[in-house]
């Protein structure tokens, strides 16, 4: 009975280790995205022409409710 208590101890031990790196880890920006920005700017064009496919369809779909209201 008493490995068990020296067991769980242990673990605790080890799962607030690692928990306190975690912290440090985040607090230091290790999990900072720094590639993302630096490329965004490449697919800047594609974004602004998915978003405008987008507007266009939602136009379409807006007349033809509006048309099918007048009716």
């Known amino acids: 009975m008493s490995v068990i208590y020296l067991l769980i101890s242990i673990s605790i031990l080890i799962a607030i280790g690692f928990f306190i790196a975690f912290i440090t880890a985040v607090k230091t920006g290790q999990y900072d ?4 920005p630096s490329v965004r700017m490449l697919f800047d064009d594609e974004l602004l022409k998915s978003t405008k496919k987008e507007n266009k369809v939602e136009n379409k779909v807006e007349n ?3 048309k099918e209201l007048d009716i």
């Open 33 to 36: 995205d720094d590639y993302t």
């Open 64 to 66: 033809n409710e509006e």
